[in-house]
């Protein structure tokens, strides 16, 4: 029991270091705050609270990835390489395409429900 307490202590641990090291991660971050408040807002149904936290969880630990990949390929390959600059260019791509799908379902969750309180 101890021993599973401290691995999710480790896990903590990555959670504080990405968000101290990572501004896309605390952009990230503020973004989802600002959907969950808009899902309290808006009383969004449980299904889309599903879709909101899928999304959530999903750009989170692609952005954790991301970090993971650039940390490594930094300790590893300090220097120049092309190669390198690509593998890190692909790994943003990731978080990119979920970002962006996430953004998307936000827009069809909250933008009728936007324009039902404007008109
Ligand atoms: N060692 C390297 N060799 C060649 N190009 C690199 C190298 N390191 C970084 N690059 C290029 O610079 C970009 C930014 O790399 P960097 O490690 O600074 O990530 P970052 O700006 O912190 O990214 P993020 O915004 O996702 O945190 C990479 O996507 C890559 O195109």
Do not use: Q
């Not at 990405?18 to 149904?45: D, P, Q, T, Y």
């Not at 300090?78 to 593998?87: A, D, Q």
């Not at 996430?102 to 429900?113: E, R, T």
């Amino acid at each position: 029991m101890k021993a599973r307490l401290k691995s999710f202590g480790y896990a903590l641990n990555g959670i504080r270091e990405v968000i101290k090291s990572e501004m896309n991660m605390r952009i990230h971050l503020a973004a989802s705050f600002l959907v969950i408040i808009m899902g309290l807002i808006f009383s969004i149904n449980w299904i889309e609270w599903i879709f909101i936290i899928i999304c959530i969880a999903l750009v989170l630990s692609a952005e954790i990835a991301n970090t993971v990949v650039e940390k490594y390929l930094d300790a590893m390959h300090p220097e120049f390489n092309p190669k390198v600059g690509l593998i890190k260019d692909m790994a943003a791509a990731a978080v990119l395409i979920l970002a962006m799908s996430s953004f998307i379902i936000g827009m069809i969750i909250f933008l009728p429900k936007i324009i039902d309180l404007l008109t």
